[in-house]
């Protein structure tokens, strides 16, 4: 019953447990009032403190009395809803002494606000008291909003998996019917190779499951009740860095783990200046205007320079290099007397050759500009910093077959899932391969338009979008976070503190998602859609548990989420397919 | 030399009399369950006593009236209400203590002649419940009628509840109805007449010292606990008997008076002068152990340890039944105005 002791407001209230019955943080509650003229108003909410005392007594001491039974004392157990709708939409006060009573059913649907949704509603975990969290999937395809951003401690919060959990629901909960198979997923995987195994059955999954069945009394594993397949995730492509090796060497990927099925990805020298990679290099190309205008200007003349061949290497003529150029014997008659740029320490050695030290030290003119000599040998500096980690990456020493062949294409027929495993390159080179990547991906999307919703998962936003400075990186997630729900990119980002992400990416996700936060954290206004009390309780959530925001919902709704049902680590990988050991022996005695 | 002593009355000075201001007794005083006059220490709580019921009782006048009825006749009266109530506990401590019967009545006293019906106070807002006044003939005219008639009724009502809960008690040696289970320490001294009732009146204030001067010294030298042995006293008009005892609930603090923390104790005597029921005797010698758990402490109430843990929480829950006297005021003063339409437009 709605308590006449404390203030009732149309937006939060108290209410009496009565004996026998119990009420938990987050349980969804339902109120009926009337109005004077008898019409009713429902406030639904969401169970936000709760508390017993001992009503009736005035001294703490008292409490002894009242366990030893000399004074007459009741429980008083109450608790505080937090009002999440008004329906119709009269913002009175419900009246003290209103039934109370948990939303079930038609209830539960109207406190989440799932009769909004309609069938566009994907499962988002399961609340304290087992019921199906719905999101709105108009919030997350563009439709009325898009993006997804989770806060969280690593390690605990576990943000991955609950971003693939996500993927994992909207691509199989059958809320997009038969273009389930039109939606695509790219994810960076940035730490060890977890995510290289997504295609593989979960061994423990099933065990875990019960547990947690067992443990929360549900009556069934939690997939079942989300209506989800316990099943690994289907067509994907694993794509991988070349492991660093001699030029000519054989290309193959550069994991530990995984044997097979990752294919190593590499782009050509021709395409790295065709295709204007070169400021995806640079992270702090602000660090002095004048090196973005030196960037600007080798960009352009790198573009220039690659026009008109179809090779992976690129010819120059004006240039000797130190080593002598070994003679190829496929060389071709128009590149007689020319020297072949084939690695990308031989493009920086040119750069710097004509920047730096032709004409004599002056530099070639019209590469030079008016740049003074500080802001070039910057330049060069940094370009012979990233040398290293790009080498392997972007290559003239391959053949043209190669590099259609290992080029990474996210939306490559027959696939619908590309993990990206970038955790083995050097923070330069990580930034360079999403930068690009990204880029490319948001400028098909421009020319193809939105009918492919492609979702980006990508864990450390801070790293790649931070608050301070500027990159191209950073320019290409603020065009995804602000034009690309439009397009049909949609980033499902990641951060440990989303107060270091710069602020309109962050602000530009429709469904925000909190794991445990450091509770210092939990201040800062990047988390002011928190309720004071989720802020406190997000420095003691478990992993498995998500604060989950949603716009049809105004206040966050804890959830917990299943165990995986893809492995995500060698050891996890159910080789038996399921069976018994020794069911699958028998077969091999055959 | 002998130094000048002082030593503090126990209760606060707001208290009528204070607990020390002792008048003597003329009634007679006969010793029933022992003639040598000694501390008898307290003996534990038989486990067949199951129950034990602290009974008291509030009023509240809430308005002083002029009635004139619908038949021409006019006179004083007054809204009033009391409540009575039990808290019933364990004496083993193996139950919580719970409220019980706590629920008022209300009152619209009138002068003898006047014919009225019933009265009920409906509030504005529907959540908040109605005022039933019930009409009960006051005796006598005079301005304090109507308080008395309330008292009267109140302790009446005490009386009953105390009785209906408590085990019976013999009233000779050939009456042996049943075994003490139930007990009911009520707050006061006893009023009115035996109902046969285990009902131990227990009595706050020392205003008569029932001793003679000789006996009085063991009051003070009483050990907490301690009992005297138990006494038949009967007042000088023959009129009320009653067994009576002395209990010490705690030490006296050295600064207070040393027959603080004693308490006198009674129940209702039977006919026969020369028996002392089992019962009563049972009663005396648990007193000790009972009372000094119920007594409160001085931080949590002034008149600690005689107002027992259960008496504070009781006579709160008995003002709370009656409602805000403020908004009670309101409701009879909004009825009023309802009846007289013309003087508020």
């Known amino acids: 019953m709605v308590l006449g002791t404390q203030d009732v407001t149309p937006v939060s209230f108290w209410f009496a447990v009565l004996p026998g019955a119990s009420v938990q943080l987050d349980d969804l509650v339902a109120v009926e009032t009337r109005k004077p003229d008898g019409s009713a108003v429902n406030f639904y909410g969401i169970v936000d403190h709760v508390r017993t005392r001992h009503e009736g007594v005035t001294f703490d001491s008292d409490v002894q009395d009242v366990a030893a039974g000399l004074l007459p004392a009741s429980v008083s157990y109450a608790a505080r809803v937090l009002v999440t709708r008004v329906q119709p939409e009269n913002f009175i006060p419900p009246q003290p002494g209103d039934a109370v009573r948990h939303a079930r059913g038609n209830d539960l649907r109207m406190a989440l606000s799932a009769d909004k949704m309609g069938d566009k509603a994907f499962p988002g975990g399961l609340l304290a008291d087992g019921q199906v969290l719905p999101i709105n999937y108009r919030f997350v395809n563009g439709e009325n909003g898009g993006h997804i951003n989770i806060s969280g401690i690593s390690g605990v919060a576990t943000k991955t998996s609950y971003a693939l959990f996500l993927l994992h629901s909207i691509f199989r909960s059958g809320m997009m019917g038969v273009g389930a198979a039109a939606g695509r997923a790219l994810i960076f995987n940035v730490k060890g190779e977890d995510l290289l195994f997504l295609d593989q059955r979960n061994r423990e999954v099933i065990t875990r499951e019960a547990e947690a069945q067992a443990q929360k009394g549900l009556p069934d594993h939690r997939y079942a009740l989300m209506g989800l397949p316990v099943e690994a995730f289907r067509d994907v492509q694993f794509l991988a860095p070349p492991r660093p090796g001699h030029p000519g060497a054989a290309i193959v990927p550069h994991v530990e783990q995984r044997s097979e099925g990752v294919t190593p990805f590499l782009y050509s020298l021709r395409e790295f200046c065709a295709r204007r990679m070169l400021p995806y290099v640079f992270v702090d190309r602000d660090a002095s205007v004048n090196l973005g205008f030196v960037i600007g200007s080798i960009e352009e003349r790198l573009y220039r320079m690659a026009q008109g061949g179809d090779t992976p290497y690129l010819t120059v003529d004006d240039w000797q290099p130190d080593t002598e150029q070994v003679l190829d014997e496929d060389m071709r008659f128009d590149e007689m007397g020319s020297v072949r740029i084939g690695t990308f320490a031989q493009l920086a050695a040119y750069l710097e050759y004509k920047l730096l030290d032709a004409n004599d030290g002056e530099g070639d003119r019209k590469w030079v500009g008016k740049q003074s000599p500080a802001t070039l040998q910057a330049f060069i500096r940094r370009l012979r910093g990233v040398q290293k980690h790009l080498t392997p990456l972007v290559r003239g020493d391959v053949s043209a077959e190669q590099v259609a062949r290992f080029r990474p294409d996210p939306l490559k027929a027959g696939v619908q899932t590309t993990v990206v495993d970038i955790h083995t390159l050097s923070a330069t080179a990580q930034m360079f391969i999403v930068g690009v990547l990204l880029r490319d991906l948001f400028e098909y999307k421009e020319r193809v338009g939105r009918q492919d919703t492609v979702f980006v998962v990508l864990d450390e936003l801070n790293k790649y979008a931070p608050r301070d400075g500027d990159s191209p990186i950073k320019d290409v997630l603020l065009d995804i976070a602000e034009r690309g729900r439009s397009l049909g990119i949609i980033l499902i980002g990641a951060q440990q503190t989303a107060s270091e992400v710069e602020r309109r990416i962050v602000s530009n996700a429709a469904i925000r998602v909190v794991g445990r936060l450091d509770l210092a954290e939990a201040e800062r206004p990047e988390y002011r859609f928190l309720p004071q009390s989720f802020r406190a309780r997000a420095g003691i959530l478990q992993p498995g548990t998500m604060l989950v925001s949603q716009p049809d919902v105004p206040n966050p709704v804890l959830v917990n989420y299943p165990f995986p049902a893809w492995a995500t680590r060698k050891d996890e990988v159910d080789d038996l397919g399921g069976r018994e050991v020794a069911e699958v022996g028998e077969d091999w005695l055959r | ?345």
């Open chain 2, 1 to 345: 030399m002998r130094r000048m002593r002082i030593r503090l009355d126990p209760w606060p000075v707001d208290t009528n009399g204070g607990q020390l201001g002792l008048q003597s007794f003329d009634g007679t005083l006969d010793d029933l369950e022992t003639e040598r006059w000694v501390a008898l220490p307290a003996r534990p709580i038989p486990e067949r006593l199951r129950q034990v019921f602290v009974v008291d009782g509030k009023r509240r006048m809430e308005s002083r009236l002029f009635i004139e009825d619908d038949f021409g006749q006019s006179g004083l009266g007054g809204f009033g209400a009391f409540v009575v109530g039990a808290v019933e506990l364990c004496p083993h401590g193996s139950r919580q203590a719970e409220l019980r019967e706590v629920k008022a009545a209300r009152l619209l006293a009138h002068a003898p002649d006047l014919r009225l019906d019933p009265m009920t106070l409906s509030p504005r807002n529907p959540h908040t419940g109605q005022l039933e006044y019930t009409p009960v003939a006051m005796q006598g005219t005079d301005a304090l009628a109507a308080l008395n008639l309330l008292q009267g009724q109140m302790l009446a009502a005490e009386q009953r509840l105390s009785h209906a809960l408590a085990s019976r008690v013999p009233a000779d040696e050939q009456d042996d109805r049943e075994w003490l289970s139930a007990l009911t320490v009520q707050d006061g001294t006893l009023r009115g007449q035996n109902l046969d009732g285990a009902v131990v009146g227990c009595v706050k204030t020392m205003e008569t010292m029932y001793l003679p001067p000789d006996r009085a010294a063991l009051l003070a030298e009483l050990r907490p606990g301690e009992r005297t042995p138990v006494m038949r006293m009967t007042y000088r008009n023959g009129q009320f008997t009653r067994l009576i005892w002395y209990v010490r609930l705690c030490e006296a603090a050295f600064y207070q008076h040393p027959m603080a923390g004693v308490m006198r104790l009674e129940m209702f005597a039977p006919d026969d002068p020369s028996f002392l029921p089992p019962i009563v005797r049972q009663v005396a010698n648990l007193s000790g152990t009972l009372l000094t758990r119920l007594g409160s402490r001085a931080h949590k109430d002034p008149r600690a340890p005689q107002n027992l843990i259960p008496t504070a929480a009781l006579e709160q829950a008995m003002g709370r039944s009656m409602g805000s006297a403020d908004l009670v005021t309101r409701r009879i003063r909004a009825h009023i105005a309802s009846l007289h339409p013309q003087a508020v437009a």
